[in-house]
Each structure stands twice: as C-alpha cells, then as structure tokens.
Nanobody, 118 residues
Framework: VQLQALGGLVQAGGSLKLSCAAA?????????MGWFRQAPGKEREFVAS????????DYANAVQGRFTISRDRAKNTMYLQMGSLKPDDTAVYYC????????????WGQGTLVTVSS
C-alpha cells in the first residue's frame, strides 16, 4: 500500500483537510488506516484511526471533537478533517496502514507538514 498525503498552512482557529490516497490493487478491507503526527522535538503520536471495512473510528484525546477521520472506499482515499486548529497541532502528519491482524503499522506515507500560525 503506497500512501501519499498533502498538508498546508493555516491560521489558528481555522480548518484544514488532509487526504491520503492508497495506491494499491489490494483491497483495503483488511486494513486499519491511521493518522499520526510528529511535532518538532517530540515523538510521533497517534492522532486517529479508521477501520476501512466498517468505518469505525478512534481518536486521541488531544483531537477528539476537533478532528474527523473518514474514508472514501471508491477512491481508496482517507481523510482527516481538522478544525479549531491550534499552534500545538503544528507537526508533520503521516498516514499509515496496517493489516488488522498486525500489531504495528508497517505502511507509512512520506509525511506532510501542517503549520498552524497564531
């Protein structure tokens, strides 16, 4: 599964939508897809995940209620709608995928920088 995401620059309080396209002939039905982020000087952290087949979601406490993860199965694309953005959300965001039976994510996108200005 090849993943590619596009980010950008936004002001505090604003919104931004990230997209992650999975370029693969394989079905994603057996995958869990996720978003992670890494801020400068910090470790990479979990943001949100979605089970591709069922659409069930999970969020980190820091983004709960502000971010929404979704997917378009026809386009093999995952999204992260980010709202009420804060400067603390500034980070490189990564999309990732793993098989449901796997314990770790093993497919990673190249990362995209999201900068939230105050």
């Amino acid at each position: 599964v090849q993943l590619q995401a596009l980010g950008g620059l936004v002001q505090a309080g604003g919104s931004l939508k990230l997209s992650c396209a999975a370029a693969s002939a394989r079905t994603l039905s057996y995958y869990l897809m996720g978003w992670f982020r890494q801020a400068p000087g910090k470790e990479r952290e979990f943001v949100a995940s979605i089970r591709w087949s069922l659409g069930s979601t999970d969020y980190a406490n820091a983004v709960q209620g502000r971010f929404t993860i979704s997917r378009d199965r026809a386009k093999n694309t995952m999204y992260l709608q980010m709202g009420s953005l804060k400067p603390d959300d500034t980070a490189v965001y990564y999309c990732a995928a793993r098989l449901l039976v796997a314990s770790e994510y093993n497919n990673w996108g190249q990362g995209t920088l999201v900068t939230v200005s105050s």
